[in-house]
């Protein structure tokens, strides 16, 4: 009895033994069979989403064929290429005079947008010119930089050739003392050829030595295209620049506040009266018809003339948000037409200033 009872726990033994076995190998093939599930569904993932990709790519390649089917894909990549180049320099590209609707008085004109840097329009801004007394842009730089606004000058000048040259002149005779800040008012307002001469033996000691520094002052600031024979800007052969470098000199001076001051003034008091009276009164807008156009206003000025340089105006305006400066050379100077120069300066900053182009 006992052993047939051995017999049967070993039996029961040995069947729980394969039982155990049984399931350990049924988890076994489960884990396996769930291993082949999962990579048999990314397997299917990947190729649809290859397949969606490849009938995307088909569909643009076909689209694009069909919407191209008449330029080689060489013609393609170069006309959009040249769209590209011809829209970005369009933007960045100042007009010329044969794109412009208007037409103007002057041979040579650039505008520039001074509160972003961005040139609007040119018209042979880099040629050689007589720049008359726009000259004096540069007389004043000068004068400002080498001296204090209260200095007493004595007007020493040569008033036989001034009167010879048929020079301007601000009313002051030969031995007058006058402060600096005077001086340089009487220079850039009413374009005084012997206040220029005044300046000049002040600050050089002569004519001849100021006009050196001028042409340093040149060089310094980049302007090429310039040289100076005269502090006045009467005419000489040798005495030169171009609208690009009048530019660059008068972005900078305008930099100064006391210069800026000079510039835009329309008239000055002096301390006490000179030959002329006590009011000297700015040339530009002595004889502007108006300074405020469609689209801004003009705030200051130089202007220029002689019969070699025509009529000439470096000027400042706004649009009320940006500033911008227009130089214009030789205007025709005829006594019928003695604002020529304004003209052009009002009609060129009307037609940009007003919203075409200006942005």
Wanted: charged share 25%.
């Amino acid at each position: 009895m006992i052993k047939r009872v051995d017999l049967m726990m070993k039996n029961d033994n040995r069947m729980n033994l394969l039982e155990v076995h049984n399931q350990k190998e049924y988890r076994v093939v489960r884990q396996k069979e769930k291993r082949r599930h999962t990579i048999r569904a990314r397997i299917k993932l990947v190729k649809r989403v290859i397949l969606t990709g490849t009938v995307i790519g088909a569909g643009i390649y076909l689209f694009s064929m069909w919407y191209f089917r008449e330029l080689p894909m060489k013609e393609m990549y170069e006309l959009d290429r040249n769209r590209v180049t011809e829209a970005v320099a369009k933007i960045i590209r100042p007009l010329t005079y044969n794109e412009v609707g208007f037409d103007m008085y002057s041979e040579y004109a650039l505008l520039i947008n001074i509160s972003n840097g961005r040139v609007l329009f040119e018209h042979q801004a880099d040629v050689q010119t007589f720049p008359a007394s726009v000259t004096k842009i540069m007389t004043v730089l000068v004068g400002l930089e080498s001296g204090n606004k209260d200095d007493a000058v004595t007007v020493r000048a040569d008033f036989d050739e001034l009167f010879r040259s048929g020079a301007m002149q601000s009313g002051f005779r030969y031995g007058e003392v006058r402060t600096l800040e005077e001086i340089l008012y009487a220079i850039m307002l009413p374009s005084g050829a012997e206040a220029t001469w005044a300046l000049a033996n002040h600050v050089a000691g002569s004519y001849e030595e100021f006009v050196n520094l001028m042409n340093t002052r040149a060089r310094e600031l980049g302007m090429l295209d310039t040289h100076f024979v005269t502090a006045t800007g009467l005419h000489d052969e040798n005495h030169y620049t171009t609208a690009n470098d009048i530019a660059i000199l008068l972005e900078y001076a305008l930099t100064i506040p006391e210069f800026r001051a000079i510039f835009t003034a329309r008239t000055y008091e002096l301390e006490s009266p000179n030959s002329l009276g006590s009011t000297m009164n700015s040339t530009l807008f002595a004889f502007a018809p108006r300074t405020i156009f469609d689209g801004g206003e003009i705030l200051g000025g130089r202007t220029g003339f002689t019969t070699p340089a025509g009529r000439c105006l470096a000027s400042l305006a706004t649009d009320g948000t940006d500033e911008f400066i227009l130089i214009t050379f030789k205007a025709p100077g005829q006594e019928a037409n003695q604002i020529a120069h304004i003209l052009d300066a009002l009609m060129i900053y009307e037609y940009f200033l007003e919203g075409q182009i200006s942005e």
